[in-house]
């Protein structure tokens, strides 16, 4: 309620009026109470936007790196998601404020013909070049992937490196480095939803891949990879199926388990999770639940984290949009060298929004049966 108070009208009959209708309404439709938010929002740091005017209207899919001189952030932005000029945009975080966004890269196949770009990904190799992967095309099913390098922390681009044909690369979460390869989480979309995992060795910069872990049965996307402490890797995914699909290697990411639904809604909307520097995992998602495409903005909210010793059983930890109206969607998460969590996302398709939290000081409030604790106390 308190960030909410700074956008009310000075007049105090008018605030009065808002806030009970804004109570009314919360009840109404099983919002958490005040006191609940407060429990909410617990370890939130910074919460900003990254930028309050761009050269687009519309903006989608963002990304976030640490390098030696500071964080780093992606998105694509144009006239909207799949028009010919939509573009992959950087902004740099220097002393608390972000640089305005900067076109690093658009989706020209040559001279003529020109398509969109689509979901940036980006991973900072120790001790050596920040690393943007990105995918160009009509639309996800004509995608590309390509790949375009910094070597002074993002201040400058390479020229675009075409992927292999059939690699997509990291298609939305970050990948995972495992001595010299890069376990690159990725989905298709042309024959039913698939994920598949993609390998990237360093070394001789050879890509290599597996088939699919999973048939129709589930229709799942965008695997996040995280690290749990008996060695085995498992990964959770958007999906079709009303539910986060989870799966489990054994052996480093060359082989899944069959996937398997755990107790946590998806409403067909992308997620990001990591493994957190003390073994735990944090995973942001919208908590709710559709089959639907969830295209309509309504079905994109809220948007919240939750914590979880064993990757399984998953505690309700923070809130950070709530708000009916509008889309906040497409979240990423990294942890920076000094423990602090960083959170973008989208924020109704209009800005990106940057949330720093602190994990020592995040509530945990037990979900029973998947349901999201109506009150955190």
Known sequence: MKRMAGRINNSAVVSVLFIFLLFSFQSSKGQVDENADVFYRQGVVVDQFIYNNAPFPSVHSPTIAET???????????????????????????DSTWSAPVKVVDGRVNDT???????????????RELLLFYKVGFHVQDWS????????????????????????????????????VLLCGSSTENDGWKVHFEYFNLKDKHWSKKMPINDTTWGIIQPAILSLRDGRLQMLCRSMNEAIVTSFSSDGGKHWTQPTAINLPNNNSGIAAITL?????????????????????????????????????????????????????????????DGYVHVVYTWRREKIKYVKIDPVLLNKKEMKDGVWPANGK
């Not at 013909?113 to 001790?127: E, I, M, T």
Request: glycine share 10%; hydrophobic share 35%.
């Open 68 to 94: 030696p001189e500071g964080l780093v952030a992606a998105f694509f932005g144009g006239e909207y998601e799949g028009h010919p000029e939509v573009s992959i945009y950087v902004s740099r975080l220097s």
């Open 277 to 337: 520097q003390n073994g735990h995992h944090l995973l942001v998602y919208n908590h709710v639940k559709t089959k639907e495409s969830a295209w309509q903005e309504l079905k994109r909210t809220p948007l919240n984290v939750a914590v979880s010793e064993d990757g399984l059983r998953w505690n309700a930890s923070l809130i950070l949009e709530d708000s009916p109206i509008g889309e906040y969607s497409y979240p990423f998460v990294m942890q920076g060298t």
């Open 145 to 180: 992937g390509y790949l375009i390098r910094s070597f002074d922390h993002g201040k400058t681009w390479s020229h675009p490196e075409p992927l292999p044909e059939g690699f997509l690369g990291p298609v939305k979460n970050a990948p995972l480095l495992l001595n010299d």
């Open 113 to 127: 013909l020109r398509k969109a770009c689509y979901n940036p990904v980006l991973f900072q190799l120790p001790g």
